[in-house]
């Protein structure tokens, strides 16, 4: 089992920054993806930010240019700089990670989602 903390929401006047953290742990488990996906009141929950572990990274158009996601593989965790934050992007923001598991049987897939955490911007 692979649980994730995320960290570092809050409340930010427009045109301002935040840093989210999400933490992995667990035993005998090796990440490959990492997301955070966003979900805002009656909306859909939707992919903001990825990167694998070999850093390559793919945005949503609606954050390219203002958000950074970025990953520390030997901590396991994984970062978002969120910067010129306006109204819009008020939302859940979760983390997710995807990767293998050494069970009894061997390697198992699996993918974990942290409990989110609150981004709210005010105009």
């Known amino acids: 089992q692979v649980q994730l903390v995320e960290s570092g929401g809050g409340l930010v006047q427009a045109g301002g920054s935040l840093r989210l953290s999400c933490a992995a742990s667990?035993?005998?488990?090796?990440?490959?993806?990492m997301a955070w996906y966003r979900q805002a009141p009656r909306k859909q929950r939707e992919l903001v930010a990825s990167?694998?572990?070999?850093?390559?990274?793919n945005y949503a158009d609606s954050v390219k240019g203002r958000f950074t996601i970025s990953r520390d593989n030997a901590k396991n965790t994984v970062y978002l700089q969120m910067n010129s934050l306006q109204p819009e992007d008020t939302a859940v923001y979760y983390c997710?990670?995807?990767?293998?598991?050494?069970?009894?049987?061997?390697?198992?897939?699996?993918?974990?989602w942290g409990q989110g955490t609150q981004v709210t911007v005010s105009s």
């Open positions: 667990g035993s005998r488990f090796s990440i490959n993806a």
């Open positions: 997710k990670a995807e990767g293998t598991t050494v069970q009894t049987m061997g390697l198992m897939s699996f993918a974990s």
């Open positions: 990167i694998t572990k070999g850093g390559s990274t």
